[in-house]
């Protein structure tokens, strides 16, 4: 079982592209709820829990990511394991089929909005990728797919703090910056850690926030 790291803290704010992986963190007390959800403006939003009500809010900002660089999921599930494969790649690729109606409810959320995000985007990937998480920790993975397996949990780990952080303070100026590299750090680690448990990779990508 790969142990559970501290988390470290960071996150983004536009709908972005990954290709279809896991992530999960490590299980904190959950995302903290805070106030009313606001569209991600260029260039910042800062949620509140009591303040005024805030004046109408600038056209939600676009994703920096083109929307054509992946073949978007449409509610296809991830293929199942190739026959001969491990268990540990079995119960990857099961994790990431339960995962997927999920993180597909955040993609038609986060397109139906014009590819823009909102604090109510951040709560459901990081409540969607918990139980993600809590699987892979509980894999036995073989020992040529140890240290892929650290990788996306610690990316994921990160990933999810970075969530609960902008939930508490807010969208901020580097948020874009910020989940692009996180994203791209899970988007890598799910790509390793298949190839060394010899399953295909990902076919299709989710816009996250």
């Known amino acids: 079982m790969t142990p559970p790291r501290v988390a470290r803290s960071a996150v983004l704010g536009a709908a972005l592209t990954l290709v279809l992986l896991g992530g999960c963190a490590q299980p904190v007390s959950g995302p903290v709820r805070t106030g009313k959800a606001h ?10 829990a009591e303040a005024p009500p805030a004046p109408a809010a600038p056209a939600p900002a676009p994703s920096p990511t083109p929307v054509d660089e992946f073949p978007f999921c449409h509610g296809e599930l991830p293929a199942e394991a190739p026959p001969g494969a491990s268990a540990a790649a079995v119960a990857y690729l099961q994790a990431v089929r339960a995962a997927s109606p999920s993180w597909q409810a955040i993609d038609d959320r ?100």
């Open 39 to 48: 569209a991600m403006p260029a260039p910042v939003v800062e949620p509140t």
């Open 110 to 209: 986060i397109v139906n909005n014009g590819l823009s995000v909102d604090t109510n985007d951040l709560i459901a990937q990081a409540d969607a990728d918990e139980p993600f998480i809590l699987a892979l920790e509980a894999i036995e993975f073989p020992e040529e797919a140890t240290a892929a397996a650290s990788d996306l949990i610690y990316a994921l780990l990160d990933y999810r703090e970075f969530l609960q952080a902008t939930i508490l303070d807010g969208f901020g100026t580097t948020y874009g910056e910020d989940t692009m590299r996180l994203q791209g750090m899970r988007s890598t680690a799910s790509g390793a850690l298949r190839t060394a448990l010899g399953v295909p990779p990902s076919t299709c990508a989710y816009h996250r926030p």
